[in-house]
């Protein structure tokens, strides 16, 4: 059987027999995906099959062809893409921000695909835009913004390049029309020394110059200090320059840390500058009672927050969004006003259409997963999925904290589900605990990555930062992981370490 056999291609014979092959064919690959989240859920098969990019291409046929394959090979090459992908929904990949398979999300996307429509107007996607209309509400609301306005955008780092952006349009709104000489003077952002990468790239990307990107001095904690900024705010002010644009991180991506939000916006309102909170990490913080207001305290007061659905609240990949305080400032930045989308005239209201707020055009259904997901759980049942996340990693560093032999705990009191480590081998437990032993253990740590990607028992993430070697950073934003993965880990990490 063929493509052709198949619909939309073809239009010709019986309808029932093309609609009856179509099916059979959608079937065998739902099959293919119903075992794949049995086998993600199975704690004894391997997160991934690890093979070299020489090797997989060995096992797995990537060419184009010049003629149509049989679709009997085009579900082996499902079954073979499945097979050799690491497994994210497994309870024991601790490596990335964005991991678990949310099953009413992963149903959103299957009926999104199925949709198959862009975001941009009303008038093609009316029930979703209702959907991203009322989801981004609610956000706001949780939030403390009593109006303002939000868009879902393709990642977290296009979410803080908009900011960026609409901050500047704020402050200068010649410079849509005008570029950079309409600025007198020399543009200056702030972001602390542990921001995500994404805000360098967004100075970068806008035109600002990664120069112009000031990184301010954080705290053992890895947060900001917010001393440190004022002392840059009124160094460049002093030196004629312009200030516009502070970014507060609230989770960062390593060590998890929340910047000071209040003693942050104390000095933004002072000197007129813009307040971005990138929560894209440790938003979902705000969906906890508990955590809200030892984390978050004073984000109402921020002019654009980033949150992204898909990490802590496992919303499946994208979902990312932006919020604003003040209404008007997406379409007023962004409109370009392309006639053959965006008429004044429909025959319904036009403020829904939403495409004329984002440089896209183009815009992917991000909503209608999260949309399905939130109506599962209500907002009780998100606050008990963030309270379980955290309770867990609170467990992992009281184990740890146990086996001081075998652990060393760089922050030992986390603010997010991040917990950064290193791992002590039996021949450096005894040795003096300076930078040469960190740097060894900087060393140990990358062997026993690579051993842990070869056996494919699990995964946990590392890196080096600042002045310290290589690291281990687990992450625990799987619903699906409990005490007993945590305790396999730390088991397998001293399996795999030990004689290092």
């Not at 497994?87 to 990949?93: D, L, N």
């Not at 990335?96 to 975001?119: F, K, P, V």
Request: negative net charge; hydrophobic residues 35%.
């Amino acid at each position: 059987m063929l493509y052709d056999e198949l619909w939309p291609v073809c239009q010709d014979g019986n309808s029932k027999e093309t609609d009856a092959k179509t099916r059979e064919f959608l079937k065998r690959v739902v099959d293919i995906l119903l075992d794949h989240i049995t086998i993600q859920n199975d704690r004894s098969t391997k997160i991934v099959d690890f093979h070299t990019p020489e090797q997989l291409k060995e096992v797995i046929d990537f060419g184009i062809p010049d003629d149509p394959l049989n679709l009997d090979q085009l579900l082996v090459d499902c079954k073979d893409t499945l097979k050799y992908q690491v497994k994210t929904g497994h309870p024991r990949f601790f490596n990335q921000l964005s991991c678990g398979l949310d099953i009413t999300s992963l149903a959103g996307e299957w009926l999104t695909a199925a949709a198959n429509t862009n975001m941009f107007t009303y008038e093609i996607a009316p029930v979703f835009i209702l959907m991203e209309h009322e989801c981004l509400k609610k956000m706001r609301e949780i939030i403390g913004f009593e109006n303002g306005d939000s868009i879902l955008a393709p990642g977290g780092s296009v979410s803080n390049m908009y900011a960026l952006m609409i901050a500047r349009h704020k402050a200068f709104p010649q410079h849509k029309k005008y570029g950079m000489r309409a600025i007198k003077g020399q543009l200056i952002m702030y972001t602390s020394q542990h921001h995500h990468y994404s805000i360098k790239g967004g100075a970068s990307a806008i035109g600002l110059g990664t120069d112009n990107c000031v990184q301010v001095a954080c705290d053992e904690r890895g947060k900001m200090i917010p001393e440190e900024l004022e002392k840059l705010v009124i160094k460049h002010k002093n030196e004629g320059h312009l200030p516009f644009f502070v970014n507060c991180t609230t989770g960062t991506t390593v060590y998890g840390a929340y910047d000071p939000i209040s003693d942050i916006a104390d000095i933004c309102e002072k000197h007129g500058i813009w307040l971005h909170i990138d929560a894209a990490w440790g938003g979902g913080l705000l969906m906890s009672k508990k955590y809200k207001e030892k984390r978050f305290k004073g984000i109402e007061r921020a002019d654009s927050v980033t949150w992204n659905p898909h990490k802590l609240l496992g919303t499946l990949l994208q979902c990312s969004t932006l919020h604003l305080k003040e209404n008007g400032l997406l379409i007023s930045c962004n409109q370009m006003s392309a006639d053959y989308l965006f008429q004044t005239d429909k025959c319904y209201d036009c403020t829904y259409d939403t495409g004329d707020k984002v440089i896209q055009c183009g815009r992917h259904n991000d909503i209608f997963k999260f949309w399905l997901q939130w109506r599962s759980r209500g907002m009780s049942g998100f606050e008990k999925q963030i309270d379980r996340l955290m309770e867990l990693t609170y467990y992992q560093v009281d184990q740890m904290k146990k086996m001081p032999e075998k652990f060393y705990l760089i922050n030992d009191e986390p603010e997010c589900t991040n917990v950064i480590f290193w791992y002590i081998p039996t021949r450096l437990r005894d040795e003096k605990r300076d930078h040469f032993w960190q740097d060894e253990l900087g060393k140990v740590t990358a062997l026993i990555k690579g051993r842990m990607m070869k056996t494919g028992s699990m995964m946990i993430s590392y890196q080096p930062l600042g002045d310290l070697p290589n690291f281990f950073r687990s992450i625990i934003s799987n619903q699906a992981q409990t005490e007993e993965d945590i305790d396999f880990m730390l088991a397998e990490l001293d399996r795999l370490g030990h004689d290092l």
